[in-house]
């Protein structure tokens, strides 16, 4: 089952009546069932840590109104919806994966001979560091560091010294490198509209 938006899709009047026709077939109990589903579907992101579960909880409900749409056939919506919220989870943790592998990349150019575009990108990421709070800087230097087999036992005993758990923690270092990306994005942008 691929429940991947291949493109941005909306939900239009149609859609959203056909996802309230498959979760009762009276319209007041539909928006009702809408209503409990979408709290359900809020309180299992929050559960899996999302950083936005009610984001998440709707963009599952678009998802299987598209599928709907598509006239995919359904004995239950709900159960459902919470296969394609769990399919949401591995895609943020993938997307989450592909970042911090970018990230890695990003600061082990620095490492080797620079060329001048390594050069840039490694000041601006410098630049971008030293913008940081010193527990920010601290928090990004302590989760990165250490060889490939080293990382997870680190990564664990830095969320126990934070007393935090460690999805909460990937969260707080996902934000920062976040802004990390953007503050070297423009940083980079800048740089080359001087030349």
Known sequence: M??????????????????????DPDHAH?????????????????????????RDA?????RVARRLAEGVEMKSPGAFAYGIARFILREQAAEAKRKERAFAEMAAQGKNEPNPEEEVLQ?????????????ARWLMEKYY????????????????ELRVGANALRNRVLRLRARLESCTGDCLKKKKEKE
């Open 2 to 23: 691929d429940v991947r938006s291949s493109q941005p899709w909306e939900i239009d009047r149609e859609a959203l009546a056909r996802l309230l026709a498959a979760l």
């Open 58 to 62: 709707d963009e599952t409900l678009n």
């Open 30 to 54: 539909a928006a009702v069932r809408y209503e409990e589903l979408r709290q359900k579907l809020i309180r299992f992101f929050e559960w899996e840590r999302s950083e936005i579960p009610d």
């Open 145 to 160: 560091s250490g060889t490939d087999s080293e990382r997870i036992p680190n990564r664990r005993a830095l969320a126990d």
């Open 123 to 135: 000041d601006c990421l410098e630049r971008c560091l030293a913008s940081l709070p010193l527990e």
